[in-house]
């Protein structure tokens, strides 16, 4: 991993949708400085710097108020990237961060008091080894008590395999990316209706209705995307967040422009309350209680 990969566009278009006041970007990273924040020597993906000076202009820009940032699998369990961008926010940012399994107490309480919010559960073999079920059921009873959430990554083939394990999982959970479902098959494709399953099975799973770029293949505007999920957006209007998922994480190729992700959430969210719903009350629910 000697070259270190870029993966964003630096001058995203400005997008023709403008987000109502108070929108939350529910799906956001950071990766370094390197020289202040190393990688971990497990990372599958070597990134330039993308830190938050990068961050917030790209949330001002797109006319968001707010960011959610979800640690990087390239920083492993060293939430210190995170955590330093939280607090650089002056509050308008909080975190997911990935911990390990033996994790003290006082220090979940010190992430606590840094901004993070969830704990996130990454089952992709090519960016992780090892995904340990019962260590991560241990995590998610012990971080019940702060009021914390699961983020849980999956890939579509497994969930079937995983449904016994978010089954016992005591706190709310959200689903990254959908568990990057096969949208080509469109609302009624045996994916889609997996994971609508999924919802109904528990009144307190979120899903992040995100990434056309990784979920389509058509390129944008991703018809198929909009086609598959705008149905998901009217039918768990209270259960969808959204994000740029900027950086865009090992995306080499068909790097997307923030602006015109953008430009999706009208056509999934196609009234003024679905787009409050899904960029401000729901965020707000789960990672500022005290604005919700």
Same mark, same amino acid.
């Given at each position: 991993?000697?070259?270190?990969?870029?993966?964003?566009?630096?001058?995203?278009?400005?997008?023709?949708?403008?987000?109502?006041?108070?929108?939350?970007?529910?799906?956001?990273?950071?990766?370094?400085?390197?020289?202040?924040?190393?990688?971990?020597?497990?990372?599958?993906?070597?990134?330039?710097?993308?830190?938050?000076?990068?961050?917030?202009?790209?949330?001002?820009r797109l006319g968001f108020e707010r960011n959610v940032i979800v640690q990087a699998s390239c920083h492993g369990t060293d939430n210190r990237a995170t955590l330093s961008a939280i607090a650089l926010s002056q509050g308008k940012a909080r975190g997911v961060a990935v911990v390990h399994p033996d994790i003290d107490d006082a220090e979940l309480e010190r992430l606590h008091a840094g901004g993070i919010r969830g704990v996130r559960f990454n089952f992709l073999k090519r960016l992780v080894d090892d995904a340990l079920k019962d260590s991560f059921l241990e995590i998610a009873r012990r971080i019940a008590p702060l009021g914390w959430h699961v983020v849980i990554y999956f890939?579509?083939?497994?969930?079937?395999?995983?449904?016994?394990?978010?089954?016992?999982?005591?706190?709310?959970?959200?689903?990254?990316?959908?568990?990057?479902?096969?949208?080509?098959?469109?609302?009624? !494709? +045996?994916?889609?209706?997996? $994971?609508? *399953?999924?919802?109904?099975?528990?009144? @307190?799973?979120?899903?992040?209705?995100?990434?056309?770029?990784?979920?389509?293949?058509? !390129? +944008?505007?991703?018809?198929? $995307?909009? *086609?598959?999920?705008?149905?998901?957006? @009217?039918?768990?209007?209270?259960?969808?967040?959204?994000?740029?998922?900027?950086?865009?994480?090992?995306?080499?190729q068909a790097i997307p422009d923030d602006g015109v992700l953008v430009d999706v959430i009208p056509e999934i969210a196609r009234t003024a309350d679905l787009q409050h719903r899904l960029l401000v009350a729901n965020p707000l629910c789960l990672y500022w209680t005290e604005l919700a």
């Amino acid at each position: 991993m000697s070259d270190r990969v870029k993966s964003w566009v630096d001058e995203p278009s400005l997008p023709r949708f403008r987000p109502p006041a108070g929108a939350v970007d529910a799906h956001c990273h950071v990766f370094g400085p390197m020289a202040d924040f190393p990688f971990s020597p497990n990372a599958k993906y070597l990134p330039q710097d993308a830190g938050p000076e990068m961050l917030f202009a790209l949330r001002d820009r797109l006319g968001f108020e707010r960011n959610v940032i979800v640690q990087a699998s390239c920083h492993g369990t060293d939430n210190r990237a995170t955590l330093s961008a939280i607090a650089l926010s002056q509050g308008k940012a909080r975190g997911v961060a990935v911990v390990h399994p033996d994790i003290d107490d006082a220090e979940l309480e010190r992430l606590h008091a840094g901004g993070i919010r969830g704990v996130r559960f990454n089952f992709l073999k090519r960016l992780v080894d090892d995904a340990l079920k019962d260590s991560f059921l241990e995590i998610a009873r012990r971080i019940a008590p702060l009021g914390w959430h699961v983020v849980i990554y999956f890939e579509a083939e497994i969930l079937a395999e995983l449904r016994a394990f978010i089954d016992e999982i005591p706190s709310p959970i959200v689903v990254d990316h959908m568990g990057r479902l096969n949208v080509s098959r469109g609302p009624e !494709g +045996p994916d889609m209706i997996a $994971f609508r *399953a999924l919802l109904d099975s528990r009144d @307190d799973i979120w899903a992040k209705v995100t990434c056309p770029d990784r979920l389509s293949a058509q !390129g +944008p505007p991703w018809r198929d $995307f909009v *086609a598959a999920v705008r149905p998901l957006v @009217d039918d768990y209007q209270d259960r969808v967040l959204w994000g740029t998922d900027w950086p865009h994480p090992n995306m080499e190729q068909a790097i997307p422009d923030d602006g015109v992700l953008v430009d999706v959430i009208p056509e999934i969210a196609r009234t003024a309350d679905l787009q409050h719903r899904l960029l401000v009350a729901n965020p707000l629910c789960l990672y500022w209680t005290e604005l919700a």
